[in-house]
């Protein structure tokens, strides 16, 4: 079992910059796809992006490409959300996840995760 908790969220104007990062407990950190998501009031749980186990391949919602970036440090068990020109639409709870699958690649439906951290917000004033 992995336990996982992000950093980083605040408030930010329009056009800013955060780093999210989500620290995870135990030792097989780089058994896991890592993934981002996110959640506006009132809407669902939406995927922002993932990373492979080994960081080689990353994958991206279209609404952040360009604008995001995931990077993970396995020697440190921590992944990264660079987030770059914010947009008021960005705002939400933002958390990141875990997929232990064996094999297979990055997914993108947050039933296919299995850890959770308990999320960090971001809000992008206009």
């Known amino acids: 079992q992995v336990q996982l908790v992000e950093s980083g969220g605040g408030l930010v104007q329009t056009g800013g910059s955060l780093r999210l990062s989500c620290a995870a407990s135990?030792?097989?950190?780089?058994?896991?796809?890592m993934g981002w998501f996110r959640q506006a009031p009132g809407k669902e749980r939406e995927f922002v992006g993932a990373?492979?186990?080994?960081?080689?391949?990353?994958y991206y919602t279209d609404s952040v490409k360009g604008r995001f970036t995931i990077s993970r440090d396995n020697a440190k068990n921590t992944v990264y959300l660079q987030m770059n020109s914010l947009k008021p639409e960005d705002t939400g709870v933002y958390y990141c996840?875990?997929?232990?699958?064996?094999?297979?690649?990055?997914?993108?439906?947050?039933?296919?995760?299995?850890?959770w951290g308990q999320g960090t917000q971001v809000t992008v004033s206009s």
């Open positions: 135990g030792r097989t950190f780089s058994n896991y796809v």
């Open positions: 990373i492979s186990r080994s960081g080689g391949s990353t």
């Open positions: 996840a875990a997929d232990r699958r064996i094999g297979g690649g990055i997914g993108t439906g947050a039933q296919q995760y299995d850890y």
